[in-house]
């Protein structure tokens, strides 16, 4: 049976909170980087960050192929517990393939403390009825965060029905919707609205090219004769690996808005600026290739990573790439943290 969250952990899930995707340090060798993934954790925890998601896609996939996936997700736990202090938090662990390599997966998670599954249906060619059994079989065992991931990423379209079946699973207390994708998008918030456990699945945004929209829209979905409201409360996201205390800024100031009738118009502004900061980490023009190594170059350039290098040696920058990450530090600099990194990570890196 799973292990139901603490009521402070279910308050935070549901008020929403940052959860980055935290990445994989390596070494020059491709090796992990024991001292930097450290560093990388108490970053998050120090930058107030409410969770951290290990084990997905930020992290790379291609750690359990590689003998990572249990070290790494134990340091990230340790180190959290070691800094946090008592508050409330959530480690979330990615959870993948078939469903007894899920199982497995998750079983480890639970060992090692973390507190909900993030379930990627990446690479399952299954219909829809068997991923919605394997989204139940992997729940009972861990309080289960659904992903809708990008089909650029190796993710796919689900339809509505899908999402409809899912919500209604029992240990599902969250979604993240990650299609990039407004329709899609929509998909998930109608159908979570129009499941008997609305009130019990938090909406997260992994849209990382719609952050800020996501984050503000109370979407109004009419369910027989009644209208429900329902919000993304938080996100977790690869794009709040990087520059997290800018990003825990934000959500403050998103979820001080709640219940008024009007948004600054600065603030959709800002939304625009977001989206032109993520275009350049997660290299939009060549279709996210450079996506993870955009997110270690911005660690690279605050000193929390020594390079850029991926599991994979043809996965790095794309042409062009660490120019436009130039190029969006000095056009947003008031959506970087470089200043409080650079006040902290000495202590980090110890």
Known sequence: MARPLSPDQLRLLHDGTVIPAHPLALDAERRLDERRQRALTRYYVAAGAGGVAVGVHTTQFEIRQVGLLEPVLRLASETADEALNGRPFLKVAGVLGPTEQALREVDLAVSLGYDLGLLSLRGLDWDEERLVTHARAVAERMPLVGFYLQPAVGGRRLSHDFWRAFADIEG???????????????????????????????????????????????FRVRVGERVVEKRIVGGLLGQWAVWTRAAVELLDEVRAL????????????????????????FDAANRFHGVIAGVHEVLRLQGL?????????????????????????AEHPDLVDDAFVAANRDAWLA
């Open 305 to 329: 990573l020594e390079g850029t290098w991926c599991l994979d040696p043809a996965e790095g920058l794309s042409p062009g790439q660490a120019e436009e990450i130039a190029r969006v530090r």
């Open 258 to 281: 709640r219940g008024r009738d009007q948004v600054p118009v600065e603030l959709l502004t800002r939304a625009a600026r977001w989206t032109d900061a993520n275009a350049a980490v």
């Open 172 to 218: 599902v207390v969250a979604i993240k919707i990650a299609p990039f994708d407004r329709y899609a998008t929509l998909d998930v918030v109608r159908a979570v609205c129009a499941s008997e456990r609305r009130d019990d699945v938090a909406l997260y945004t992994g849209n990382d090219d719609a952050i800020v929209v996501d984050l503000l829209t109370p």
